[in-house]
C-alpha cells in the first residue's frame, strides 16, 4: 500500500470519526437503546460506503469498516454511558428537590395545623371570656357604657339602655354626641369629657320629673400609656336625692323653729344678766351663766348642722372674690387676740413676702382658718404657741395649679393615729380634753372639710401624741367655682 493511499485512508477515519462524535446527544441515546447489533451494523454499512469511494481493496475494506465499526461502537457506549448517568443525576436531583420540598410542605402544613388549633382554642376562650364579660354586663346593675378614643360607643349594658331610654343597636358604633334628639345622650357625653365623678340631671319623656345620675369615668389606657377609651359607670340617684332634699327641708325648718324660742330665752338670760331685772345672788349669776353659754352653744350647734346640710346637699355656693392674702390672715388671727392673751400663748404668722392675692370665698376661708385656730386654742397650754402659716404651693403632685397652702401649728397635746382617722367626721372628737374645758359641737373640722373640697381643695392633718398638731389645707390660689350642671 503506497503512503498516499494510507494517508487517505487516515484522514477517512478522522472525517468519520468527527462525524459520529458531532451527533447528538439524543442520537446516542437512542442508539444506545436499540441495542449494540444494530449500531454496529448501520455504522459498518456507513464505513463500507464511505471507503467504497476510495477504490480500496475488498479486503482492506472489510477490515478497516471492522475496525471503525469497533471504534464508533466504544464511542457510542461511552456517549450512551455518559448520558445515561447525567440523565440519571438530574433526574436524581429532581428527585431530591421534589422531596425537599415535599418535606417543607409537610411541615409548613403541620405548622398550620398547629396554628389552627391554638386560635381554635383561642377563639373558644376568647368566645367563653365575651360570654362571661355579657353576662357581668347584664347582672350590673348600674348603668355601663364603654367608647373608644374618637368617643364612639363600643358597649352598653342593659341598666345603661333603661336610665337613658335608648337601644344599644341605635347607638352601637356611633358617638354619644351624634344623637341629637336624645338631650340625656349629649349631656352624657358633655359630662364624659370634664371630672372622673359627676352628676347629670335628665328630664324624663313627661318632663315633670327629673332622674338624677351620678357619672363615674375611668381612662382606658393600654400598655403604652396611650388612651383608648373611657368606661362610664351611671348610678340613679334620684330617691337619695329625693331623700336628700327632704332631710335638707326637715333640718331648716327644725332650725328655723329652734332659733325662734331659743333667741327668746337667750334675750332673757341676758336681762337678767345685764342686772336689768334686779340684782343676782352670786349661786344666781353662776347658774345663769352657764345657762347662756349652753345657749351659745346651742346656737353654734344649729348654725352648724344647718352648714353641713347645705354643703353636703350643694346649695351653698362659692362668692369668689379676689382678696389680699395678708388681710385674710390678720383679720381673723387678731380676732383671737384676746383669748390668747388670757392664756398667755404666742400667736404667730408666717406669710409669703409680698403682696399676694387670690379669690376665693372670703367668708368661708374665714370659717375653716378660724375653726382650726380656735381648735389650737383649746388645745393648746399656758405660755404655749401657734403659728398660722401660709406658702405657696402647686396643688397636687399631678396638679401643677398654683396654689396656697395653709397651716396651723401648735404644741397641744397631739392626736391618736385612731383619732386622726375619724376626726374630720361628723359630730366626731377627739379623745383628748379641751385644756380650759370648752367642749365644740363635733361639726367645726366637717365643715372645714367641705368648704375645702367646694374650693376644688384638701385638708388633712400632721399630729403625734405629745408633740402637738399641724392642720394643712391647700386650696387654688383662683378657686374654680363648683357647680351642679344640668341637661
Not at 129 to 151: P, Y
Not at 377 to 396: C, D, M, N, R, W
Not at 404 to 430: H, M, R, T, W, Y
Request: glycine letters at 6%; a neutral charge.
Amino acid at each position: 500500500m503506497s503512503l498516499l493511499t494510507l494517508v487517505l485512508l487516515v484522514g477517512v477515519v478522522c472525517l468519520l470519526v468527527l462525524f459520529f462524535l458531532g451527533r447528538s446527544e439524543s442520537t446516542f441515546k437512542e442508539r444506545a437503546s436499540t441495542g449494540t447489533q444494530e449500531v454496529m451494523g448501520e455504522t459498518a454499512e456507513a464505513v463500507d460506503a464511505e471507503l467504497s469511494k476510495l477504490n480500496l481493496p475488498a479486503a482492506k475494506r472489510v477490515q478497516v469498516t471492522k475496525a471503525m465499526a469497533r471504534l464508533v461502537d466504544q464511542e457510542t457506549h461511552k456517549q450512551a454511558k455518559i448520558a445515561v448517568e447525567n440523565v440519571s443525576k438530574n433526574f436524581a436531583k429532581q428527585l431530591d428537590e421534589r422531596d425537599k420540598k415535599l418535606r417543607h410542605s409537610e411541615e409548613r402544613l403541620k405548622d398550620v395545623s398547629k396554628n389552627l388549633e391554638k386560635l381554635g382554642g383561642e377563639y373558644k376562650t376568647v368566645s367563653a371570656q365575651k360570654k362571661q364579660t355579657e353576662a357581668v354586663m347584664r347582672s350590673i346593675a348600674d348603668g355601663l357604657i364603654v367608647v373608644n378614643e374618637k368617643g364612639e360607643t363600643l358597649l352598653m349594658n342593659p341598666a345603661a339602655e333603661k336610665l337613658l331610654g335608648v337601644k344599644k343597636e341605635e347607638v352601637i358604633g356611633k358617638s354619644l354626641t351624634s344623637q341629637q334628639k336624645e338631650e340625656q345622650l349629649i349631656s352624657l357625653a358633655e359630662s364624659a369629657e370634664g371630672k372622673e365623678e359627676k352628676e347629670i340631671r335628665l328630664n324624663s319623656k313627661n318632663e315633670s320629673t327629673q332622674r338624677v345620675l351620678r357619672q363615674s369615668t375611668a381612662v382606658i389606657e393600654n400598655e403604652a400609656g396611650q388612651t383608648m377609651g373611657m368606661v362610664s359607670v351611671l348610678t340613679d340617684v334620684t330617691k337619695q336625692k329625693e331623700l336628700e332634699e327632704l332631710k335638707t327641708k326637715f333640718i331648716s325648718n327644725v332650725t328655723h323653729e329652734l332659733r325662734t324660742p331659743l333667741a327668746a330665752i337667750k334675750e332673757s338670760v341676758n336681762l337678767f344678766l345685764d342686772r336689768m331685772l334686779g340684782e343676782l345672788t352670786p349661786e344666781q349669776e353662776k347658774v345663769l351663766g352657764i345657762t347662756r353659754r349652753n345657749i351659745q352653744r346651742l346656737s353654734r350647734l344649729i348654725d352648724g348642722v344647718l352648714d353641713i346640710s347645705k354643703l353636703e346637699s350643694g346649695r351653698m355656693e362659692l362668692k369668689a372674690a379676689e382678696f389680699e392674702l395678708s388681710d385674710l390672715i390678720t383679720q381673723n388671727v387678731s380676732s383671737f387676740d384676746a383669748w390668747a392673751n388670757s392664756k398667755v400663748v404666742t400667736l404667730e404668722t408666717k406669710l409669703p413676702e409680698g403682696k399676694l392675692k387670690m379669690t376665693a370665698d372670703n367668708d368661708m376661708l374665714s370659717q375653716v382658718i378660724t375653726n382650726l385656730i380656735g381648735n389650737a386654742l383649746k388645745f393648746t397650754p399656758q405660755g404655749g404657741k401657734i403659728t398660722v402659716e401660709v406658702k405657696q404651693v402647686p396643688l397636687s403632685d399631678a396638679d401643677s395649679t398654683p396654689a396656697l397652702q395653709f397651716n396651723v401649728i401648735d404644741n397641744g397635746p397631739g392626736i391618736s393615729a385612731a383619732d386622726q382617722k375619724k376626726i374630720f367626721e361628723k359630730f366626731s372628737q377627739g379623745s383628748a380634753k379641751p385644756v380650759d374645758k370648752i367642749s365644740g359641737t363635733g361639726l367645726g373640722l366637717s365643715i372645714s372639710r367641705e368648704i375645702v373640697h367646694l374650693h376644688g381643695g384638701r385638708i388633712w392633718v400632721t399630729s403625734q401624741e405629745g408633740m402637738g398638731s399641724c392642720f394643712s389645707f391647700v386650696v387654688p390660689q383662683k378657686a374654680a367655682v363648683k357647680k351642679e350642671e344640668e341637661s
